[in-house]
């Protein structure tokens, strides 16, 4: 079965490092885009950053621009997310996503989410 396992969260001082990963297995994972997205207390489910199947392309909301990297490894079938320069506000629960747009309908797995909780 579909599976994306999250890991690599955790506690992090401001200014601190972390750099998650998505370990995908049932589907053929050069056929998905990749994204990450986070979702914090109270507030709507946000698009960080994503990445093309073939990884020729990025993008990554303003908020995380310049500070945090998205990549993939298909040889593991994996999607790294390194976040460099952290603030209290990246504070969320962060999920891994595959989407493949299909004609008619999307193909969409999620992740469990990692916790990342950046705080002195």
């Known amino acids: 079965q579909v599976q994306l396992v999250e890991s690599g969260g955790g506690l992090v001082q401001p200014g601190g490092s972390l750099r998650l990963s998505c370990a995908a297995s049932?589907?053929?994972?050069?056929?998905?885009?990749m994204n990450w997205y986070r979702q914090a207390p109270g507030k709507e489910r946000e698009l960080l950053a994503g990445i093309s199947s073939l990884g020729t392309i990025t993008n990554y909301a303003d908020s995380v621009k310049g500070r945090f990297t998205i990549s993939r490894d298909s040889a593991k079938k994996t999607v790294y997310l390194q976040m460099n320069s952290l603030k209290p506000e990246d504070t969320a629960v962060y999920y891994c996503?595959?989407?493949?747009?299909?004609?008619?309908?999307?193909?969409?797995?999620w992740g469990q989410g990692t916790q990342v909780t950046v705080s002195s």
């Open positions: 049932g589907f053929t994972f050069s056929y998905y885009r």
């Open positions: 996503n595959a989407r493949r747009q299909l004609i008619y309908n999307v193909d969409d797995y």
